[in-house]
C-alpha cells in the first residue's frame, strides 16, 4: 500500500472493488480476510478490517458468520453505476483543466477522440 | 481480529519524570490500547526511552501514575510477568550464549512460545552456541527481536528493535510479528525513527516531543488529517493563512505547505484556489509537526501558533 495517498483502510477497499469491477472477484465469491490482506499488504490487520467493513455498508460485500466476507449479488452492478456517475469529475476535468491551459478548444479534444476510437 | 475496542492495556497519568535538572518526560497523560500495535515517534532525547521505562516497570516516576492491566508494575511481579521490555542495547551476563539467553526467556514469560523461537532463530540465521557479546549489532537485535516474539507476552515492549539489522532481516521482522500477531493479538508498543516503513503496521501513534505528547491518535485519521499544497507563492500563503499551517518550503515563485484539513476538504478548497493537493504521509505529518514546535520554541518559546512568515 502506498504511505502517500492517504488512508489505507480506502486502498484496502478500492482494491477490492477493482477487482469486482474487472470480474476477478466474482460476484457470491469470497473474499480475502483481513488476516490475510494484513500479510499481504504488510499493513496492521484492524486497518484491513475497517477496509472491509467499508465495503459491508456500502453492501459491496456481505458477512457469513464464522466463514468469512463473500460479494454481494448486484456489487458489479453498483460499482460500476458509482464509477460512472464519478468519470466526469475523475477524468475529463482535469483533461479539461490540461487542456486550457494549453489552449486547445474542447471540438479539438472531441476530434482526438474519435480519432482514438477509429484506431 | 477486535476492532475499535476502547480499552486500556496502559494507562498514563499526569507523569513526570525527572533526572536531577533534566526534565525527561512532564506531566505526560496517555494509554495505550490493549491489543493495538502503537508506535512511540519522537526525535533523539524526547522522552521515549523513559516512558517505556517506566511502563515496564524499570523506573519508578517523581510523580504521577502508571497502570498495567490495572495494577502498578514497579516491584509487581504478577504484573512484570505480563511485560516483556526489549532494551535497546540489552546487556546480558558474560560467558552467555543465544540458547542460555532464550532459556532465561522462557522461565521468565509464562507464555513463552519456544517453537516460536526456534523457527525464528532459523529465519535470523542465528547461532544458538555463539557468546551474545561476540554477537554483531544487528545479531543482537535479532536476539531481542525472538525473545520480544515468542515471549507472547500480553504487553511486549520493543526499544528502537531493529538497530543494525539490514533491509531484509527488518521485513522478515515486520512479517513475523504481523503474522504471530494476527495469530495471538497483544498490546506492542515500539519505538522508531523508521517511520515511513513502520507506519502501515501502526493502528496508534503516540508522538513526543521534549516530553510532551504532541500527538495521540489512530494511524488512518492522521493519514486524513494534513495536505501538502502546492503552487505559486503567493497563492499558496493566502490559501495557508486561512488555515492552520504547519510547515512550508518554497523554491523560486514556488510554495510546498504542510495543511492541517482532510483531503476532501483539501480538494475542495485548494482546488478551488487552483492549487495541487496530495494527500501527507504520516512521516511528512510528523516532521512537520516535529519542525514546527521547534521553531516555535526558537523564535518564540510563548506563541500560540507560528504564522507563515516565521516558518517560511
Request: some cysteine; hydrophobic content about 40%.
Amino acid at each position: 500500500m502506498n504511505e502517500d495517498a492517504g488512508p489505507i483502510f480506502r486502498q484496502v477497499a478500492a482494491e477490492i472493488e477493482n477487482a469486482i469491477v474487472d470480474g476477478s472477484l466474482a460476484e457470491e465469491a469470497q473474499a480475502p480476510s483481513s488476516n490475510e490482506l494484513a500479510a499481504f499488504h504488510r499493513i496492521n490487520p484492524a486497518t484491513a478490517a475497517k477496509g472491509l467493513n467499508e465495503l459491508v455498508s456500502d453492501g459491496v460485500l456481505y458477512k457469513r458468520r464464522g466463514v468469512g466476507m463473500f460479494v454481494a449479488t448486484g456489487a458489479r452492478e453498483q460499482l460500476l453505476k458509482r464509477r460512472r456517475s464519478e468519470f466526469a469529475d475523475q477524468y475529463v476535468r482535469p483533461l479539461m483543466t490540461e487542456a486550457q491551459k494549453l489552449g486547445i478548444p474542447a471540438r479539438d479534444i472531441a476530434a482526438m477522440i474519435d480519432e482514438w476510437e477509429g484506431q | 481480529m477486535a476492532t475499535g475496542t476502547t480499552t486500556a492495556a496502559v494507562t498514563v497519568h499526569d507523569v513526570t519524570m525527572r533526572y536531577r535538572e533534566h526534565t525527561a518526560l512532564d506531566a505526560v497523560t496517555t494509554s495505550f490500547e490493549k491489543d493495538a500495535i502503537t508506535g512511540l515517534l519522537g526525535r533523539n532525547g524526547a522522552g521515549k526511552t523513559t516512558l517505556m521505562q517506566l511502563v515496564s516497570g524499570h523506573r519508578v516516576p517523581t510523580s504521577g501514575s502508571i497502570r498495567v492491566f490495572g495494577s502498578s508494575p514497579y516491584e509487581h511481579d504478577a504484573v512484570l510477568r505480563d511485560i516483556c521490555f526489549i532494551k535497546e542495547g540489552q546487556r546480558y551476563p558474560d560467558h552467555f550464549r543465544i540458547s542460555d539467553a532464550l532459556t532465561a526467556a522462557a522461565v521468565l514469560f509464562p507464555n513463552w512460545d519456544a517453537d516460536l523461537a526456534a523457527s525464528l532463530m532459523r529465519d535470523f540465521d542465528l547461532p544458538a552456541k555463539r557468546n551474545i557479546k561476540k554477537l554483531s549489532r544487528g545479531m543482537t537485535s535479532a536476539v531481542g527481536i525472538v525473545i520480544g516474539l515468542a515471549s507472547r507476552a500480553p504487553l511486549t515492549v520493543f526499544d528502537e528493535p531493529y538497530l543494525g539489522l539490514d533491509a531484509v532481516a527488518r521485513q522478515l521482522f515486520y512479517d513475523r510479528l504481523l503474522a504471530d500477531y494476527a495469530e495471538s493479538p497483544r498490546t506492542v508498543v515500539l519505538s522508531t525513527h523508521l517511520i515511513e516503513e513502520i507506519a502501515p503496521l501502526l493502528e496508534r501513534v503516540l508522538l513526543i516531543d521534549r516530553g510532551r505528547v504532541l500527538l495521540d491518535a489512530d494511524t488512518e485519521s492522521l493519514r486524513d488529517s494534513a495536505v501538502t499544497v502546492t503552487g505559486p507563492t503567493d497563492k499558496v500563503q493566502a490559501f495557508a493563512r486561512r488555515h492552520e499551517l504547519l510547515h512550508a518550503e518554497s523554491l523560486g515563485g514556488h510554495m510546498r505547505a504542510v495543511v492541517r484539513m482532510g483531503e476532501a476538504q483539501g480538494h475542495r478548497a485548494a482546488g478551488a484556489a487552483g492549487l495541487s493537493v496530495e494527500p501527507t504521509s504520516l512521516q511528512q505529518l510528523i516532521v512537520a509537526m516535529s519542525l514546527q514546535t521547534s521553531t516555535e520554541r526558537a523564535s518564540r518559546p510563548l506563541a500560540p501558533a507560528a504564522s507563515l512568515e516565521e516558518v517560511s
